[in-house]
């Protein structure tokens, strides 16, 4: 069965760094659209950042986190991972891994949670003051 396992999350300071990973197994990772989503209490699920497979994987982000996050991929270890720098307390929230099967070979990753096929179990992140 397909499978997304996160790790990474944590509790930092504000202007701190933490680096997600999110391993995946059960599918054939590299025909996938890998995204990030966070959801903070009381709060809609919302994009923050997904890669593509074309063109060996252009990323897009949410303009909240655009300068600090960074989205990238390791096909041969079906891991895509989520860097983020310069943390504000805004980012706290749960961090959910997702794939989307990527039929046509999109040019950007979707940023509506609907589209995704399968989601990890999320990790927490928290950012003090």
């Known amino acids: 069965q397909v499978q997304l396992v996160e790790s990474g999350g944590g509790l930092v300071q504000a202007g701190d760094s933490l680096r997600l990973s999110c391993t995946a197994s059960?599918?054939?990772?590299?025909?996938?659209?890998m995204s990030w989503f966070r959801q903070a209490p009381g709060k809609e699920r919302e994009f923050v950042g997904g890669?593509?497979?074309?063109?060996?994987?252009?990323?897009d982000y949410a303009d909240s986190v655009k300068g600090r996050f960074t989205v990238s991929r390791d096909n041969a270890k079906n891991t895509v991972y989520l860097q983020m720098n310069k943390l504000k307390p805004e980012d706290t929230a749960v961090y959910y891994c997702?794939?989307?099967?990527?039929?046509?070979?999109?040019?950007?990753?979707?940023?509506?949670?609907?589209?995704?096929?399968?989601w990890g179990q999320g990790t927490q992140v928290t950012v003090s003051s």
């Open positions: 997702a794939a989307d099967k990527d039929y046509r070979w999109s040019l950007l990753p979707s940023t509506t949670p609907v589209e995704y096929d399968a």
């Open positions: 059960g599918l054939t990772f590299s025909t996938y659209v």
């Open positions: 890669i593509t497979r074309t063109g060996g994987g252009r990323t």
